[in-house]
Nanobody, 122 residues
Framework: QVQLVESGGGLVQAGGSLRLSCAAS????????MGWFRQAPGKERLVVAR????????FYADSVKGRFTISRDNAKNTVYLQMNSLKPEDTAVYYC???????????????WGQGTQVTVSS
């Protein structure tokens, strides 16, 4: 069982930055691939970025490539999402998730956090 708690969301002006953190419980954090997803009102939940168990491989959605950076600290059981050059269309609830097997499909993520709101004003 893994519990995930996101933090770092908030209100920011367009062009600003935020850093999201996701703290995981348990002693097997490094055995999980981690992902950040977001869901805007009335829209489906989509992947933003994901990172492999070692942190050596990452993936970004085209919409955030070059602006967002995912990283993890396995010693601290934490995954981060640094978000720069934020745009109003980045407004959404952001969720972190952990996958015990695989890491590509959202259905492969076994555990989800409660989400943190990110609002970008124009």
């Amino acid at each position: 069982q893994v519990q995930l708690v996101e933090s770092g969301g908030g209100l920011v002006q367009a062009g600003g930055s935020l850093r999201l953190s996701c703290a995981a419980s348990g002693r097997t954090f490094s055995s999980y691939a981690m992902g950040w997803f977001r869901q805007a009102p009335g829209k489906e939940r989509l992947v933003v970025a994901r990172i492999s168990r070692s942190g050596g491989s990452t993936f970004y959605a085209d919409s955030v490539k070059g602006r967002f950076t995912i990283s993890r600290d396995n010693a601290k059981n934490t995954v981060y999402l640094q978000m720069n050059s934020l745009k109003p269309e980045d407004t959404a609830v952001y969720y972190c998730a952990a996958a015990s097997t695989g890491w590509v499909m959202p259905t492969q993520y076994d555990y989800w956090g409660q989400g943190t709101q990110v609002t970008v004003s124009s």
